[in-house]
T-cell receptor, first 118, second 115 residues
């Protein structure tokens, strides 16, 4: 099974500063990758997903962007952070080995990156 | 568009009593349904899923869920709650009609089990 690494685990940034959160995946190749944000310990909002290198789909218009420079690397960025960007950011990847149908595959999550914008 | 509703922000139950966490969904085509659990400051962990077949699905830690197509529901249940079950629970849905790429989560239900 795969492992997802996220860093940094915790980040405190001033408004207007840049952001870079990194996600890397071990134990799989050519995975779909996802960025979710969880605000105030509640629901998960899908921000971006990627089906391959350089392929990014954005789910909601926002102050953030994503990039996938390598097969198992997914980066979340911002040029200028807003207060509303605060939250818990989770990277996820499907466990392909659990089923033939891609839709049935369970998501594996990283431990998350907690961002506080002050 | 896919959507998931968890109508209860919080569920309180006494240890040893049965628990139910509710979930309803909206999706075009056949749904794949999931339950995940989150402990404080952690990522989500998979509990169980429904793909097809038997409407009653059994998962980790004694949890089960019942798929009801007519009511578009997928409620999570456990016959006897433990204090250690206290956590945030998420229902999620995916459909191949949308390419099978996106999993949409509900807002979450916080479960408190009192000793």
């Amino acid at each position: 099974s795969q492992t997802i690494h996220q860093w940094p685990a915790t980040l405190v940034q001033p408004v207007g500063s840049p952001l870079s959160l990194e996600c890397t995946v071990e134990g799989t190749s050519n995975p779909n990758l996802y960025w979710y944000r969880q605000a105030a310990g509640r629901g998960l909002q899908l921000l971006f997903y990627s089906v391959g290198i350089g392929q990014i789909s954005s789910e909601v218009p926002q102050n953030l962007s994503a990039s996938r420079p390598q097969d198992r690397q997914f980066i979340l960025s911002s040029k200028k952070l807003l207060l509303s960007d605060s939250g818990f950011y989770l990277c996820a990847c499907p466990e392909w080995g659990q089923g033939i149908l891609s839709g049935a595959n369970v998501l594996t999550f990283g431990a998350g990156s907690r961002l506080t914008v002050l | 568009a896919q959507s998931v509703a968890q109508p209860e922000d919080q569920v309180n139950v006494a240890e040893g009593n049965p628990l139910t966490v509710k979930c309803t969904y909206s999706v075009s085509g056949n749904p794949y349904l999931f339950w995940y659990v989150q402990y404080p400051n952690r990522g989500l962990q998979f509990l169980l899923k429904y793909i097809t077949g038997d409407n009653l699905v059994k998962g980790s830690y004694g949890f089960e869920a019942e798929f009801n197509k007519s009511q578009t529901s997928f409620h999570l249940k456990k016959p006897s709650a433990l204090v250690s079950d206290s956590a945030l629970y998420f229902c999620a849905v995916r459909s191949l009609n949308t390419g099978g790429f996106k999993t949409i989560f509900g807002a979450g239900t916080r479960l408190f089990v009192k000793a």
